[in-house]
């Protein structure tokens, strides 16, 4: 195509070489002579007349012009020639050209969009933490005024064996003097460590002697007492390692460790093909325990499939799995391409730290622990203190020495307390309670039943239809500790989580309450690992 300027120049020489050679065709040649012979009267070119002709007239011939007219003509079809070829020549050039400038703005558009969308989504993240700090605020004053507490009025701190309630009624109870130090009090944001046994994909890990090894054989030894079938998966399992438990893969038998996971997949399908043909089927709990799993990429097929599984698929099924391997990424996760999304959403890490002995430059455990719940950020991770427990054998964590949190604690400690029947609008965030003494033994009837007697007595109220009161109401005379307990109990029937959240807390889906249902049903399927069936769906 033919730029602007050259449009006019080009149009221009045509026309001037059409005029030029239809001129020079036109105009004679050669001077013409109009001459008699006889009665003849001819014209000749002046060259051709006869001598003896007889002269009549002359016409004048146009040779040179004519000559001139072609030159003219012939230059400007040469100069149209050779513009329309350079102009050819150039034409790819400024259609890559074009095609740069097309790209360069739809770049411009597109980053443009980007940064509008960034700053948009910016903004609403801003807004809806401002909405949740709000929601919190007003869960905390609707808590307070429920109470008869004034929300503008400073509340004492808790200390020792204090709670909210003694500190707003101090008359309804008698206050309980306690030996000085018998109870450190409690910090409401302190973190502590979760209950792994509750969850369904638990990844340990950290640098060469941090005592990963060790901290999972107390994990094993927890979900066994806890009811759970383990099995060992460790290509470097010692003689006498893991006792009570089935050891797979020893002696670096990776195949066999191959054939495992392979297994536990299928078991996996099994389950879930009998939850699809039965009604409320039960399962023994099943841990596989991998350890060393940093090594299992390029020798277990399986591995990858396992890990995906470990993430998605085995909670209903009441299958776990417990990772052990030297890092949190995908290389030593078995390579699974397209999974660190989920594997941050899904998966409870815990970090354990190392440090070289000064006196002989071994590795040795630091006994902290880095901990990161699923779905928590990065930067959001807590440090914790691991019990010097060097031989699995040897100790039992207590309350005393260990800092794990039941989760049913942690549930009373974030889910708004039930309200009792005749005030169905309390609403709020009960205080944190701190660890008192177990309950001795003895009943409320004055009977001589052990606590457990008594709480399934309870359980058989409550399963009956006899006992009304929310677990967690205030007006239930139980202990902190008892209640927590009848907790885990109502849990473990498995009555499906609109009648557990109702049995624990006295709130149902819908209504003003509906958004404290939800609160509490999100952290009981987090916590606990209740599944959610249809007829519990609700959003």
């Known amino acids: 195509m033919l730029t602007n300027k050259n449009q006019a120049i080009v149009s221009g020489l045509l026309g001037l070489g059409i005029v030029g050679f239809a001129t020079a065709t036109a ?6 002579i109009e001459y008699r012979i006889g009665n003849r009267i001819e014209s000749q070119p002046a060259w ?8 009549r007239a002359i016409e004048r011939g146009y040779g040179g012009i004519k000559i001139l007219l072609a030159l003219l003509a012939t230059g400007g079809m040469v100069a149209t020639m050779l513009i329309a070829r ?6 790819p050039v400024r259609q890559r050209i074009k095609q740069y400038k097309n790209r360069a703005f739809e770049f411009g558009f597109a980053a443009e969009s980007a940064y509008q969308m960034s700053t948009t989504a910016t903004r609403y993240k801003k807004l809806a933490e401002a909405d949740e700090v709000a929601f919190e605020g007003e869960i905390e004053t609707a808590y307070l005024e429920s109470l008869g507490v004034d929300p503008q009025q400073q509340q004492p701190a808790l200390t020792g064996t204090a709670t909210l309630d003694s500190t707003t009624h101090p008359g309804d109870k008698v206050d309980q003097q306690s030996t000085p130090g018998a109870h450190e009090p409690e910090q409401p944001d302190s973190p502590k460590m979760p209950v792994l046994t509750n969850y369904p994909s638990v990844l340990i890990y950290g640098a060469p002697g941090s005592g990963k090894t060790t901290f999972a054989s107390q994990e094993v030894k927890r979900r066994k007492e806890a009811g759970h079938r383990v099995i060992i998966c460790d290509p470097h399992a010692a003689y006498g390692a893991w006792a009570g438990c089935s050891v797979v893969g020893g002696g670096m038998d990776y195949k066999a460790i191959d054939a495992k996971l392979e297994w536990f997949a299928a078991e996996v399908r099994r389950r879930y093909k009998r939850i699809e043909s039965e009604p409320n089927p039960t399962f023994q709990p099943l841990t596989l325990c991998c350890d060393e799993f940093t090594n299992w990429a390029g020798r277990c097929s399986a591995a990858g499939e396992f890990f995906q599984s470990a993430l998605s698929d085995i909670r209903k099924a009441k299958m776990f ?49 880095v901990v990161k719940l699923p779905g928590m950020p990065l930067n959001k991770r807590f440090i914790l203190q691991v019990p010097k427990l060097s031989n699995p054998g040897n100790h039992q964590p207590t309350k005393q020495d260990s800092t794990y949190l039941d989760p049913i604690a942690r549930l009373q400690n974030s889910v708004p307390t039930a309200p009792n029947p005749d005030t169905p609008e309390q609403a709020g965030t009960p205080p944190d309670v701190p660890e008192t003494e177990p309950p001795k033994t003895g009943t409320l009837d004055g009977t001589r039943n052990t606590a457990a007697e008594r709480l399934r007595a309870m359980l058989a109220e409550i399963l009956a239809g006899t006992l009304q009161t929310p677990v967690f109401a205030p007006d239930l005379p139980l202990e902190h500790e008892e209640k927590i307990e009848l907790a885990k109990l109502v849990i473990a ?26 609160d509490a049903r999100a952290m009981l399927e987090r916590l606990t690992g209740i599944s959610n069936s249809e007829d519990d769906s609700d959003d």
Not at 86 to 91: A, C, S
């Open 493 to 518: 029937q498995n009555l499906g989580l609109k009648k557990t959240i109702w049995i624990l807390w006295g709130v149902s889906r819908g209504g003003r309450n509906h958004q404290r249902y939800a």
């Open 321 to 369: 799995g417990l990772i052990v391997s030297h890092t949190r990424t995908m290389a030593g996760l078995a390579n699974a391409a397209g999974m660190a999304s989920l594997r941050d959403e899904a998966l409870l890490e815990v970090e354990l730290l190392g440090q070289q002995c000064p006196r002989t430059g071994d590795a040795i455990p630091r006994y902290e622990a």
């Open 86 to 91: 350079k102009e050819g020549e150039q034409e």
């Open 48 to 55: 051709l007349v006869p001598p003896k002709a007889e002269f």
């Open 27 to 32: 105009l004679p040649f050669n001077d013409r």
